[in-house]
T-cell receptor
Framework: DQQVKQNSPSLSVQEGRISILNCDYTNSMFDYFLWYKKYPAEGPTFLISISSIKDKNEDGRFTVFLNKSAKHLSLHIVPSQPGDSAVYFCAASPLSIIQGAQKLVFGQGTRLTINP | DGGITQSPKYLFRKEGQNVTLSCEQNLNHDAMYWYRQDPGQGLRLIYYSQIVNDFQKGDIAEGYSVSREKKESFPLTVTSAQKNPTAFYLC???????????????FGDGTRLSIL
């Protein structure tokens, strides 16, 4: 049972345009969501996060939107640049200030290719 | 520079052998994690540790063991009981307890384990 799903294995976008990556989740206990970027043979790099008390969080070219009623989040990258070509993972966790460790659940990833 | 160091980058194992993957962090983080990534899939949690001398099973702990004798170190042993050990293994850490529990996990660059 996949609790976090990224239904698009790949996405191709022209340089300068907007890239939109989508993620759906099923567990209503999730209230902390993150996006990571990963290059081949490297570890994931944290991009941006959002907690369930917000519906939008912005950091430079990256914006994450959260729709709790639809259990859906998306990552917008604008404008897209060639260096954005990578695999993007969304992840989710219950937010707890009591339990120290986060039990993140990851989606399968979406490979983003930015074409010049 | 603070970060997470995983070694070796590539590891080969013969059938029936145990192997240990190293993970060291100098970020002064309380919580540490081990994930496994298979091709086309997301990261799956093997074990995590909230604090020294404590660790918990993740979603796919069978065939693996860990120890947490020092805050900086969280080695993972892949035992001969793990029937399909070929994968990319990633170690991560996060600040952990209290109000820092919603800080993102930072990842090492991984170890690729292959069976000869």
């Amino acid at each position: 049972d996949q609790q976090v799903k990224q239904n698009s294995p790949s996405l191709s976008v022209q340089e300068g345009r907007i890239s939109i990556l989508n993620c759906d989740y099923t567990n209503s206990m999730f209230d902390y969501f993150l996006w990571y970027k990963k290059y081949p043979a490297e570890g994931p790099t944290f991009l941006i996060s959002i907690s369930s008390i917000k519906d939008k969080n912005e950091d430079g070219r990256f914006t994450v939107f959260l729709n709790k009623s639809a259990k859906h989040l998306s990552l917008h990258i604008v404008p897209s640049q060639p260096g954005d070509s990578a695999v993007y993972f969304c992840a989710a966790s219950p937010l707890s200030i009591i339990q120290g460790a986060q039990k993140l659940v990851f989606g399968q990833g979406t490979r983003l290719t930015i074409n010049p | 520079d603070g970060g997470i160091t995983q070694s070796p980058k590539y590891l080969f194992r013969k059938e029936g052998q145990n192997v240990t993957l190293s993970c060291e962090q100098n970020l002064n983080h309380d919580a540490m994690y081990w994930y496994r990534q298979d091709p086309g899939q997301g990261l799956r949690l093997i074990y995590y540790s909230q604090i020294v001398n404590d660790f918990q099973k993740g979603d796919i702990a069978e065939g693996y063991s860990v120890s947490r004798e020092k805050k900086e170190s969280f080695p993972l042993t892949v035992t001969s009981a793990q029937k399909n050990p070929t994968a990319f293994y990633l170690c991560a850490s996060s600040p952990g307890t209290g109000t820092y529990s919603n800080q993102p996990q930072h990842f090492g660059d991984g170890t690729r384990l292959s069976i000869l």
